[in-house]
């Protein structure tokens, strides 16, 4: 066998049948393809453990919405609230994440639901940590948020509605990303030129009362209780 080739790539000349046998047993199951021959590994420390040390149980706040229906807001306060009481809270963040682990998608349904796919996965894990995970998403899809419930223990899984008109999210609008969908430049806007499915089966549904909207301190406070009368803030 010898090593050379063009700028930057290596290539290698096999000589003989034999000699190509024993580079397959050197490099036995390549990665292309799906992984085989996997197995779960158990560890003496477990999600009960984790647990009983931070005194409180691991679940995941999975806020949905329209762009700027209050996610991002409501998460900040969540977590913010949740530091104070000496609970170990962690942010997914849609927006932050497509800044790196999601970098690679876009907003086509395809992409949204491999970005709902594994911020999903991530967040299952922070849940086994003990940890509450908060995660914010627009998540238009309920066949993709109701995958990410199915990844949970039963009931850890909290599905909160952010049910803010569109009036009332295109009115903010902080980013002036509603003016440019409505102006066609951006195509596939989320409420506009693209479907938003609301949740049938949320736990927790934020909303106006009488046209207006809870301020973030209400909001989380509507989560709190929640989480507090399902035990997750204790061990
Ligand atoms: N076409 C289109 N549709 C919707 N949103 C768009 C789009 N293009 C960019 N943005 C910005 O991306 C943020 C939403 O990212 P998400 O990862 O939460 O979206 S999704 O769950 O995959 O649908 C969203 O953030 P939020 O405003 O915080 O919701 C927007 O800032
Ligand atoms: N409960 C609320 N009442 C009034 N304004 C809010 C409320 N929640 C969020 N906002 C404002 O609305 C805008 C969008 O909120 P944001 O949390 O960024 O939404 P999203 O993450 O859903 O896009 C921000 O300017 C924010 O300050």
């Not at 609970?87 to 997914?92: D, F, M, T, V």
């Not at 009362?209 to 009368?229: H, I, K, W, Y």
Request: charged letters at 25%; aromatic letters at 8%; glycine letters at 10%.
């Amino acid at each position: 066998m010898s090593g050379g080739g063009g700028k930057g790539s290596i290539r290698f000349k096999i000589p003989n049948k034999l000699l190509y046998a024993q580079v397959i047993e050197c490099f036995p199951m390549s990665s292309l393809g799906k992984a085989t021959n996997i197995f779960w590994q158990e560890c003496s420390v477990g999600k009960l453990d984790r647990q009983k040390l931070l005194n409180q149980k691991g679940c995941v706040v999975w806020i949905t919405g329209l762009s700027g229906s209050g996610k991002s807001t409501l998460a900040c306060t969540l977590g913010r609230d949740l530091h104070g009481r000496g609970k170990l809270s962690y942010i997914l963040d849609g927006d932050n994440l497509r800044h790196g682990l999601n970098k690679d998608l876009g907003f086509k349904a395809e992409d949204r639901a491999e970005n709902i796919r594994r911020v999903g996965e991530v967040a299952k894990l922070f849940a086994d940590s003990g940890l509450i995970c908060i995660a914010s998403l627009i998540s238009p899809y309920r066949r993709d948020r109701d995958s990410c419930r199915a990844l949970l223990p039963e009931s850890s899984f909290i599905e909160v509605f952010m049910n803010i008109p569109l009036e009332i999210c295109e009115a903010r609008d902080p980013k002036g990303l509603y003016k440019l969908a409505r102006q066609g430049n951006i195509k596939g806007f989320t409420g506009i030129d693209d479907p938003y499915e609301t949740p049938l089966n949320c736990e927790i549904e934020i909303k106006p009362e009488d046209g207006v909207c809870p301020p973030p301190a209400a909001m989380s406070s509507q989560v709190v209780t929640f989480l507090e009368e399902r035990g997750f803030l204790h061990a």
